[in-house]
C-alpha cells in the first residue's frame, strides 16, 4: 500500500460475501448481556429501523453498500492531515468489513486521532457493542489539545 493510499479493499461483492455470506447475521452471535459488559439502561436501545429489519430490508441495505466504492472518498484523503477537531476512531477487531488495517489507516493519518479497539465486536459497533459505543461516544476528549 503506497505511504497515502488507503489499502485496497475487495470488491463490494467479495467484501460482503466475506463478511457475511450475505446472510444477516452470524448464527454464532451471543445475545448483548453476554458480548457487551457496558449494556445499555434497559429499554434506552433502539429497535431495527423498519427499513432495514427483515430479509428485504437487509438485501436492501446490501444493494445500497455494495455500491460504495473507495475512489467516492479518494479525492479527500489528503485532507485528513488537516483536521484540528479531535477525533475518536472507534473500531471492532472482528470488522470483516473493512479490516483493522482501515483504522489503523485512518489513526496515522489524521492528528490527535485517538483509537478504541472494541474487543469481539465487528462492523456495526451499535449493534455488537452498545454499551461500549455509547461511553466512548459520550466520553470527553482531553483538553490539552
Not at 449494556?39 to 455500491?67: D, E, I, K, M, W
Not at 472482528?94 to 489503523?104: N, V
Request: hydrophobic share 40%.
Amino acid at each position: 500500500m503506497g505511504a497515502g493510499t488507503l489499502p485496497a479493499r475487495p470488491g463490494a461483492r467479495g467484501c460482503l460475501q466475506a463478511a457475511s455470506g450475505l446472510r444477516a447475521r452470524s448464527t454464532r452471535r451471543r445475545p448483548y448481556a453476554a458480548r457487551d459488559a457496558h449494556r445499555l439502561p434497559a429499554g434506552s436501545a433502539g429497535s431495527v429501523p423498519r427499513t432495514v429489519a427483515g430479509a428485504a430490508g437487509q438485501a436492501a441495505f446490501y444493494r445500497q453498500y455494495s455500491q460504495i466504492r473507495q475512489a467516492d472518498t479518494a479525492a479527500y484523503e489528503h485532507l485528513l492531515g488537516g483536521m484540528s477537531l479531535p477525533v475518536r476512531l472507534l473500531w471492532g477487531r472482528e470488522d470483516r468489513i473493512l479490516p483493522p488495517k482501515y483504522a489503523e489507516w485512518l489513526h496515522q493519518r489524521i492528528p490527535h486521532a485517538e483509537l478504541h479497539w472494541i474487543e469481539g465486536a465487528g462492523h456495526l459497533l451499535q449493534e455488537d457493542a452498545p454499551g461500549q459505543l455509547s461511553a466512548h461516544l459520550t466520553a470527553g476528549f482531553p483538553t490539552d489539545r
